[in-house]
């Protein structure tokens, strides 16, 4: 559940205490993209061609990872989701995994998990959960091969429901699907990607279309919103709302009752920025305290400095703070002023 503190006047926050805003938020999860390739290109995140992508010196390696996300720990940060682009792609993914849960906050272990699209995930899913990962969540806009081929402009359909069918058996939960939902091009498909994800043991959460494309082409017209996507739900299934959202992104509704849940996450039409606890660790080593944030910290120069030991934990804990201490009150989408970041979704992760 969201917290909210509010330090005394008479002391700053200092190393080792939680990571608070000025609005009293919290912040306990950190979202750490692993690198700003995918092996898609859906056309509402990034161009089939012409990507310039990060050099590969830029990005954080496995020792650095964990090195942010100690201090973070020791703030109390205890969520770490791994993101991309596309995680599976990193060669070292079951370190980084091994080396965050071996993390700990009050003498509990810390949560990792990953947002993926899938691919790969089959042959990878046993290495990653022995090596601590907790959950998963995979991404699929469509159930349909050729619609899902227009979409990515990848033939590639197959390896994602092999990827959900090995998630589905490997134990780990909760489990959760994740679908874009936009107008005239998979609207049509909502309650068969339900019955898929219910098939698996696994919720579907629905996600308005968020002006973080690459080619900053968004149109808020082709965006399905929240209440649009529960209209079509509730044509099949009874919805009731599940209690204590707390600092969740998702509002969830038990389908009939239960047990089985639908999520939508609406950024756009019903924003949550009051109960956000969440930062985001870009692969090149710049901290974001919003998704739609259009200043970054840079982490990575402190990490590749002189500094060492104490010295460079405290220099990265000030990084912290001082992201947190300038997050806004909300994401200002509605803002006549507001200008879309000026990184693509695969480049700041998810």
């Known amino acids: 559940m969201s917290t909210m503190l509010q330090w005394p006047a008479s002391r700053p926050a200092r190393p080792g205490d939680p990571l608070v805003d000025s609005f009293g938020r919290v912040h306990s999860d950190l979202r750490v993209s692993l690198t700003d390739r995918c092996s898609l290109r859906c056309t509402y995140c990034m161009p089939e061609q012409g990507n310039l992508w990060l050099e590969r010196s830029t990005l954080l390696d496995a020792a650095e990872i964990e090195a942010i996300a100690r201090v973070a720990a020791l703030d109390g940060v205890d969520t770490f989701r791994l993101t991309g682009g596309e995680p599976l792609l990193r060669r070292d993914l079951a370190e980084i995994v091994r080396r965050l849960a071996a993390l700990t906050v009050g003498g509990r272990p810390v949560e990792v998990s990953m947002t993926t699209n899938g691919i790969g995930l089959a042959g990878r899913i046993d290495e990653l959960a022995a090596a601590g990962l907790s959950r998963v969540n995979i991404s699929l806009d469509t159930v349909r091969a050729d619609r899902f081929a227009e979409l990515t402009k990848r033939d590639r359909l197959a390896d994602v429901l092999d990827g959900i069918r090995a998630a589905a058996a490997s134990g780990l939960r909760p489990l959760k699907l994740n679908t874009v939902a936009m107008r005239g091009v998979n609207d049509d498909e909502l309650h068969d990607l339900v019955d898929l994800?219910?098939?698996?043991?696994?919720?579907?959460?629905?996600?308005?279309?968020?002006?973080?494309?690459?080619?900053?082409?968004?149109?808020?017209?082709?965006?399905?919103?929240?209440?649009?996507?529960?209209?079509?739900?509730?044509?099949?299934?009874?919805?009731?709302?599940?209690?204590?959202?707390?600092?969740?992104?998702?509002?969830?509704?038990?389908?009939?009752?239960?047990?089985?849940?639908?999520?939508?996450?609406?950024?756009?039409?019903?924003?949550?920025?009051?109960?956000?606890?969440?930062?985001?660790?870009?692969?090149?080593?710049?901290?974001?305290?919003?998704?739609?944030?259009?200043?970054?910290?840079?982490?990575?120069?402190?990490?590749?400095?002189?500094?060492?030991?104490?010295?460079?934990?405290?220099?990265?804990?000030?990084?912290?703070?001082?992201?947190?201490?300038?997050?806004?009150?909300?994401?200002?989408?509605?803002?006549?002023?507001?200008?879309?970041?000026?990184?693509?979704?695969?480049?700041?992760?998810?």
């Open 197 to 350: 994800a219910v098939e698996h043991g696994a919720e579907l959460r629905f996600i308005e279309q968020m002006p973080l494309d690459a080619g900053h082409t968004w149109d808020r017209s082709t965006m399905l919103t929240r209440d649009e996507i529960l209209e079509t739900l509730s044509a099949r299934w009874r919805l009731t709302e599940v209690d204590g959202r707390g600092d969740s992104p998702a509002e969830r509704f038990h389908l009939d009752g239960g047990p089985h849940t639908v999520g939508v996450i609406a950024a756009v039409t019903a924003p949550f920025c009051g109960a956000c606890n969440r930062l985001r660790l870009t692969a090149d080593g710049q901290v974001r305290n919003c998704l739609f944030a259009r200043d970054e910290l840079d982490l990575r120069r402190v990490l590749r400095s002189e500094l060492s030991g104490t010295e460079r934990d405290a220099a990265l804990d000030s990084v912290l703070r001082a992201s947190v201490l300038g997050k806004q009150a909300g994401h200002g989408i509605d803002d006549p002023e507001f200008l879309q970041p000026g990184r693509g979704m695969n480049a700041i992760g998810g």
